[in-house]
């Protein structure tokens, strides 16, 4: 057998909500090895989701020793990774002991439901107790505005402060290891750089602030946990991890096939497609399509607050004494995981594939619209309590029309999102570059650029989040000459065959479907019987 060759390459760690994968790439972007597996899903019950914070690992373990395996097969050595990074589902809460490092109970994935009394009752304490905001109580409308002053956010089941406290207040491990001061809090990029970073026996416990920034504890202004946030939610400061930065060195890994290779870089994964798409300056827009769909539109490093239901939220910070660069986010709840109900639950379609050729075999959905409200409406809506809804249905509704108003109702959804930051930010949109597993059909494509009236663009190389936190790991150390402050060094990066879908539909017929989805919608809303006033 012929001697590895060395080279220099960059490893991506993508934990998402279904899989893990990890990607070797080169300086180009150009994929050398690469490995993913699926992990568990727990539904305990109706509207709640769960992980096992111990079997994520496992496979994030199992995913680098397959992937580094395969690099040697053709011909690197493993040394040829320099630096990796981690990207990661957002909001996702983790809790564990800082005794053992061991997970205290399932991880409340970033989807589930089951808070909706926990936001009910805080949404009632702002309204009649308020918030301190620079050092003056507010209360009512002036209190929801406070909070989003000093978060960026609103109230939702979706953020981790809210599902942290459903878990102290509900499990009893969780609230002893509260009350004995032995809680470890984290979202999900915290956990694997625990225990990457050594787990107990180090202690490294650290989040990144774009992470942070999805959790309703952390300053956005200040970059800071704020204690008065811990106090509204009654959480004790020593669960908190230590924050840093997006790309910088926070240590070495501690074991297996990588062992030694410093991790440069942490990011949320849809901070990483913004930066894999390399949308770095402000007016960039990007789109990730995986179990929901994020559209996140780069603010540069201005603050801005939506008044259109959209959040304000960190985009990334190079080092720690990098001026945080900010994005509007829209979060869409559902658009990969209504083509996987149609397959799983209704039996419609026999792999998610399919979902093109059978929406592409009908000209029009027929008046038939699919509010994809599963749990709730996230932005621009923000209705914990609407529920999925199929409307327009006749004894002329085929299982085509319906596949064609699930794709529909990702891109109507997108429209939405769009539109609010328009207002928001004062400038219109050229054309809104695309990511994730959706985004390989091309009728998919086609129905977005038709229902949203703009030009979408796809890269061929679609693995954007994992390609995110490599870039952020790379300008770390200077791999490449990247610099994520200075994007001329990355206009080699993923450049090659991009495709761009324009619209077809004429104005009218847009905005006559455009009117029907907002009655849709509105139908859908407030629905929820689940909803504890």
């Given at each position: 057998?012929?001697?590895?060759?060395?080279?220099?390459?960059?490893?991506?760690?993508?934990?998402?909500?279904?899989?893990?994968?990890?990607?070797?790439?080169?300086?180009?972007?150009?994929?050398?090895?690469?490995?993913?597996?699926?992990?568990?899903?727990?539904?305990?019950?109706?509207?709640?989701?769960?992980?096992?914070?111990?079997?994520?690992?496992?496979?994030?373990?199992?995913?680098?020793?397959?992937?580094?395996?395969?690099?040697?097969?053709?011909?690197?050595?493993?040394?040829?990774?320099?630096?990796?990074?981690?990207?990661?589902?957002?909001?996702?809460?983790?809790?564990?002991?800082?005794?053992?490092?061991?997970?205290?109970?399932?991880?409340?994935?970033?989807?589930?439901?089951?808070?909706?009394?926990?936001?009910?009752?805080?949404?009632?304490?702002?309204?009649?107790?308020?918030?301190?905001v620079d050092g003056r109580v507010r209360s009512g409308l002036?209190?929801?505005?406070?909070?989003?002053?000093?978060?960026?956010?609103?109230?939702?089941?979706?953020?981790?402060?809210?599902?942290?406290?459903?878990?102290?207040?509900?499990?009893?491990?969780?609230?002893?290891?509260?009350?004995?001061?032995?809680?470890?809090?984290?979202?999900?990029?915290?956990?694997?750089?625990?225990?990457?970073?050594?787990?107990?026996?180090?202690?490294?416990?650290?989040?990144?602030?774009?992470?942070?920034?999805?959790?309703?504890?952390?300053?956005?202004?200040?970059?800071?946990?704020?204690?008065?946030?811990?106090?509204?939610?009654?959480?004790?400061?020593?669960?908190?991890?230590?924050?840093?930065?997006?790309?910088?060195?926070?240590?070495?890994?501690?074991?297996?096939?990588?062992?030694?290779?410093?991790?440069?870089?942490?990011?949320?994964?849809?901070?990483?497609?913004?930066?894999?798409?390399?949308?770095?300056?402000?007016?960039?827009?990007?789109?990730?399509?995986?179990?929901?769909?994020?559209?996140?539109?780069?603010?540069?490093?201005?603050?801005?607050?939506?008044?259109?239901g959209l959040l304000s939220t960190v985009a990334y910070q190079?080092?720690?004494?990098?001026?945080?660069?900010?994005?509007?986010?829209?979060?869409?709840?559902?658009?990969?995981?209504?083509?996987?109900?149609?397959?799983?639950?209704?039996?419609?379609?026999?792999?998610?594939?399919?979902?093109?050729?059978?929406?592409?075999?009908?000209?029009?959905?027929?008046?038939?619209?699919?509010?994809?409200?599963?749990?709730?409406?996230?932005?621009?809506?923000?209705?914990?309590?609407?529920?999925?809804?199929?409307?327009?249905?006749?004894?002329?509704?085929?299982?085509?029309?319906?596949?064609?108003?699930?794709?529909?109702?990702?891109?109507?959804?997108?429209?939405?999102?769009?539109?609010?930051?328009?207002?928001?930010?004062?400038?219109?949109?050229?054309?809104?570059?695309?990511?994730?597993?959706?985004?390989?059909?091309?009728?998919?494509?086609?129905?977005?650029?038709?229902?949203?009236?703009?030009?979408?663009?796809?890269?061929?190389?679609?693995?954007?989040?994992?390609?995110?936190?490599?870039?952020?790991?790379?300008?770390?150390?200077?791999?490449?000459?990247?610099?994520?402050?200075?994007?001329?060094?990355?206009?080699?990066?993923?450049?090659?065959?991009?495709?761009?879908?324009?619209?077809?539909?004429?104005?009218?017929?847009?905005?006559?479907?455009?009117?029907?989805?907002?009655?849709?919608?509105?139908?859908?809303?407030?629905?929820?019987?689940?909803?504890?006033?």
């Open positions: 057998m012929s001697a590895l060759r060395e080279s220099e390459f960059v490893g991506s760690l993508d934990c998402g909500t279904t899989s893990t994968r990890f990607i070797i790439f080169d300086k180009h972007a150009g994929i050398i090895a690469q490995s993913q597996e699926e992990f568990p899903q727990y539904y305990p019950e109706p509207g709640w989701h769960e992980h096992d914070a111990t079997e994520i690992q496992l496979v994030c373990d199992r995913v680098i020793e397959q992937a580094v395996a395969k690099l040697e097969e053709v011909g690197y050595n493993r040394s040829s990774v320099k630096v990796i990074g981690v990207t990661n589902q957002r909001e996702t809460t983790v809790v564990w002991s800082r005794r053992t490092g061991k997970p205290l109970s399932r991880a409340i994935v970033w989807d589930d439901s089951r808070t909706r009394s926990v936001v009910t009752h805080y949404a009632h304490v702002l309204k009649t107790q308020g918030i301190e002036d209190g929801a505005k406070g909070l989003k002053e000093l978060t960026g956010l609103p109230l939702s089941t979706y953020f981790s402060a809210i599902k942290l406290r459903w878990m102290i207040d509900n499990w009893a491990d969780v609230r002893q290891a509260h009350e004995s001061d032995d809680l470890a809090f984290g979202t999900v990029e915290s956990w694997i750089a625990y225990n990457l970073l050594g787990g107990v026996s180090t202690g490294q416990h650290i989040s990144e602030v774009t992470n942070a920034s999805r959790t309703l504890l952390l300053n956005i202004r200040t970059l800071r946990w704020d204690p008065v946030l811990l106090r509204f939610f009654g959480f004790r400061e020593s669960i908190l991890p230590r924050l840093v930065s997006t790309s910088e060195v926070y240590g070495n890994v501690t074991y297996g096939v990588l062992k030694g290779v410093p991790i440069g870089g942490l990011v949320g994964d849809q901070q990483g497609a913004l930066v894999g798409n390399k949308c770095l300056t402000q007016g960039e827009a990007k789109c990730t399509y995986g179990t929901g769909a994020f559209l996140l539109f780069c603010t540069g490093t201005d603050i801005v607050y939506s008044n259109h190079v080092g720690p004494q990098g001026r945080a660069v900010y994005a509007l986010e829209g979060a869409i709840a559902v658009a990969g995981s209504a083509i996987k109900w149609l397959r799983d639950s209704m039996k419609m379609i026999k792999s998610a594939d399919e979902i093109n050729s059978l929406a592409r075999s009908v000209p029009s959905t027929s008046g038939v619209y699919f509010v994809t409200a599963f749990s709730g409406l996230l932005a621009p809506y923000w209705d914990p309590g609407a529920t999925g809804l199929l409307v327009g249905l006749t004894s002329y509704t085929t299982p085509a029309h319906i596949a064609r108003a699930a794709l529909e109702a990702s891109a109507f959804q997108t429209r939405a999102v769009i539109d609010s930051m328009k207002l928001d930010s004062d400038s219109d949109l050229a054309h809104l570059k695309v990511d994730g597993g959706m985004t390989n059909g091309d009728f998919a494509m086609e129905v977005l650029a038709d229902v949203g009236g703009f030009e979408v663009v796809r890269p061929e190389m679609r693995e954007s989040t994992a390609l995110g936190s490599a870039l952020l790991a790379g300008s770390a150390i200077g791999l490449f000459g990247w610099d994520i402050t200075r994007p001329e060094t990355l206009r080699g990066v993923n450049t090659a065959n991009s495709r761009p879908f324009k619209p077809q539909t004429t104005e009218e017929d847009r905005e006559k479907a455009w009117r029907g989805w907002q009655r849709a919608v509105e139908r859908s809303r407030g629905l929820a019987v689940t909803v504890e006033e």
